[in-house]
């Protein structure tokens, strides 16, 4: 059992900027880290994801350019750097470690509990 603790969200402005901490309790079973997001009454988005090896990463479309994945493999620690913030960024965002590193909310193993980041107009 991988346990992932997220931190960092928080209320902002628009323009304004966060950064996000997701803490796995291990690697062992994991090879891809993601970050996804959700709001009331929609369903799980993918935002970005990473591989504790290498130096590849994903983005979805909306965030490329503004967010920025990145780890610390001595941590156990993935990171997202939120930039230029919309009101529409505002969800609840979760971090996740699966086999894999795409956008496919099934093909994630285990999740943290969220961390809720709310931008203000």
């Known amino acids: 059992q991988v346990r992932l603790v997220e931190t960092g969200g928080g209320v902002v402005q628009a323009g304004g900027s966060l950064r996000l901490s997701c803490a796995a309790s291990?690697?062992?079973?994991?090879?891809?880290m993601g970050w996804f997001r959700q709001v009331p009454g929609k369903e799980r988005e993918f935002v970005a994801a990473?591989?504790?090896?290498?130096?590849?990463?994903y983005y979805a479309d909306s965030v490329k350019g503004r967010f920025i994945i990145s780890r610390d493999n001595a941590k156990n620690t993935v990171y997202l750097s939120m930039n230029s913030l919309k009101p529409e960024d505002t969800a609840l965002y979760y971090c996740?470690?699966?086999?894999?590193?795409?956008?496919?909310?099934?093909?994630?193993?285990?999740w943290g509990q969220g961390t809720q980041v709310t931008v203000s107009s």
């Open positions: 996740a470690c699966g086999r894999r590193m795409v956008s496919e909310v099934a093909e994630y193993d285990y």
């Open positions: 291990e690697r062992t079973f994991s090879t891809a």
């Open positions: 990473t591989r504790w090896i290498g130096s590849s990463t």
